[in-house]
């Protein structure tokens, strides 16, 4: 905008003065009004009654009573916040770094030539674009206790059947298996470009000199995709600390919302927790004060991703 | 150039307009429909009313009929409605009544009708109901009562609990239908000859295998069908008279835990895990796999529609001989802020509701609830249509020992607690006084801080 004034100015009106907002600064404005508004009325506007409600008892029904900090004390001294806060940063360990590995792995072995690759291409990508309430019928398929095929086959093997989601201990890794076979083929396409970015010559210099596969993938794939890896990672810790719907659907929520979050609220997770404060019980004031915690944890982890960046991200 | 600009200014807002448009109609995934009376301008006291009612299929359909002819009989009240399935409709209602935007008359679950008073979202019907209605007419009435006596909705279906059993398992088992004697304890024994693990023993067999079973003596789960009655009629219960203090921590509630627990180790009754390898807990006993269940009127609906064998007993007693079946009253609820005129109006429907038995009549024959007038659940469309169960007596004579679920404002928020400690008992991850201790101190701390501020 600063400078578009002073172009607007020196160019197409040299007589008439300065004013706040050029002539071309209106007619941006009024071109981005559109978004502007809806910027304002549906992200700036909640933000703000969230912060509010977050310091007051509201139950929705009736107006938000101002109580300063008393649900932040709450939040902090309630064993399931802490639980949430775990089960959420369990899965985020586990299934960012598994997410991105995968996928560069998918990515690479897409990014050759060989026949038919649009169609595998395309068959990792349906799941990105499945519904979660899709994928929950073909979860079950495999992971029903009773009925599923992996229980059956285990049995077949001699092994003893497993309770999948219904045990404490299985139900996130499980979790983390299903959300990267989903979430795979977005990653993957990502890291396609990435891969497909890097200059050829590179690797033919490379190979001038004698350098094995796997050296070349260390020292010039690697570094010159890494940017596209911190992309990956940023998006993806993002992603999961947001995770709801998988487990909403996954873990019962649909049916009895005091199911949802799994066996002893061993999938409780943060976005679930709010979500059964603020709308089944109607503490909506306390799970504001959980979204701006969640915020301010995602804010600090975000700053120390992009603090990290310049020890091993490379940009050419 | 100017007007390049400007085309492509107005072009972008139209489209933008069109996408908020589509955005907005489609992922909200409502049913908005209005009816238009022909006869508008007839009357100057034109009062329109929305009304909002959770729904699915049929009823639907039955719903928009009877509202037709209501507006055909009053004709200077227009309805409009608004109607999604269960979930979205409460959760949508609770963003509308904190935007002053909620029907002026709607369909509560019965369970929820006490966290809409005690909230002050909908209007106390106390004068209404004692001008208009006959008490003695009604079935339910009274559970939505607080505990000043006040009423708050009118009842526009019931639901009681009964004890379902499956014909061809009992007569395949050679086991006696259970009669209205039965104690817990009868049925247990029962239960336990009706139970068949994988490898087609019975409990009493050598190894039998209690982990792996195929057929459950009794399905049970959550408040309503699992062991809130089981509970009552073992002289326990969750919250006192003021439903302001937990009573969870007694020597009562123990031994129908214990009940329970035992049940449940042996295979006999489905525990919370067991139940989770089915797709829904309600699956259990249409499929077939569980010879009894506690369950509510609606219940019948989907047994119907597998085609089961199959029919209904009161619920048994404990071993005082007390008995306690659980009712829901779903309810019509008026809006507390809107205006008299719309509330008169909307009094209007809940009466042609609740008096008219042509109205009561043809909502029963969905079989979804029991009718709440007396007369119409009494009559032959009630009881001796074709429909299975053969013995739908069983659920008027059940109103004899029925109560409510001790629903109160925060009824979702200490139920959900109650079941994370239950949970923890059905599965022997905890000793019974454990997991009722727990419970007690959870929910007191629920009720005291919704109560005492």
Known sequence: ?316 | MKKKILTAFLSFVFITGLLLAGCSSNSTGENTTSNENDTENANEEQVTINLGYYSGGKSDEKMQELINRFMEQHPNIKVTTQSSPYGQFFQKLDTQIAADEAPDVWLSDGVLVMKYAERGAIKDLTEWINRDLNKEDYYGLESNQDTDGKYWGVPQGIQIGALYYNKDLFDKAGVEYPSEDWTWEDLKEAAAKLTIDASDKKPSEEGFNSENIKQFGLTFFSITEGWFSVLKSYGGGILDESLNNSIINSEENKQAFEWMVDGMSKGIITDPADLNSFQSPMAVFPSGSAAMRIGIYARVLAANEAGLNYDVTVLPKGPDGERFSPVITNSWVINESTSDKKAEAAWEWVKYWSTEDEVQKEWAELGEAVPVKKSVAQSDTFLNSTDKPENKQAFLESFDFAGGLDTNAVWSEWVAKFNEHARRAFLEEQPIEEALENADKDVQKILTDFYNE
């Open chain 1, 1 to 316: 905008m600063q400078t578009n004034r002073g172009n607007s100015a020196a160019t197409t009106l040299p007589r008439k003065k300065r004013k706040f907002i050029s002539y071309e600064g209106k007619w941006g404005l009024l071109l981005v009004s559109p978004y502007l508004i809806q910027f304002i009325v549906f992200v700036i506007a909640p933000l703000i009654a969230s912060l509010y409600f977050s310091f007051s008892q509201y139950d929705m029904l009736n107006a938000p009573q101002w109580i300063g900090l008393e649900n932040y004390e709450k939040l902090f001294n309630e064993p399931l916040f802490y639980k949430s806060l775990w089960n959420t940063l369990y899965f985020a360990v586990l299934f960012v770094p598994a997410q991105a590995f995968l996928a560069l792995l998918l990515a690479i072995a897409l990014n050759q030539k060989i026949k038919a690759l649009k169609l595998y291409r395309m068959a990792h990508f349906i799941p990105v674009i499945s519904s979660w309430t899709v994928v929950m019928y073909v979860v079950d398929a495999i992971f029903n206790p009773r009925f599923g095929l992996a229980n059956s086959f285990l049995i077949q093997l001699g092994l003893e059947p497993q309770k999948w989601l219904n045990d404490e201990q299985q139900v996130i890794p499980l979790l983390v298996l299903v959300a990267v076979w989903k979430g795979i083929g977005y990653i993957m396409i990502i890291y396609l470009s990435g891969l497909q970015n890097v200059p050829n010559e590179l690797y033919e210099a490379a190979e001038m000199d004698g350098a094995s596969s796997i050296r070349k993938f260390k020292s010039i794939t690697l570094p010159l995709i890494s940017p596209t890896t911190f992309l990956v990672i940023v998006l993806s810790t993002i992603t999961t600390f947001q995770a709801f719907e998988q487990i909403y659907v996954m873990t019962g929520g649909a049916a009895d919302i005091s199911a949802a979050g799994g066996p002893n609220n061993a999938s409780l997770v943060l976005m679930l927790y709010l979500y059964r404060e603020g709308f089944s019980f109607l503490h909506m004031g306390y799970a504001s004060a959980i979204a701006w915690i969640l915020f301010i944890i995602l804010f600090i982890l975000t700053l120390l991703q992009l603090w990290g960046q310049k020890r091993w991200v490379h940009y050419h």
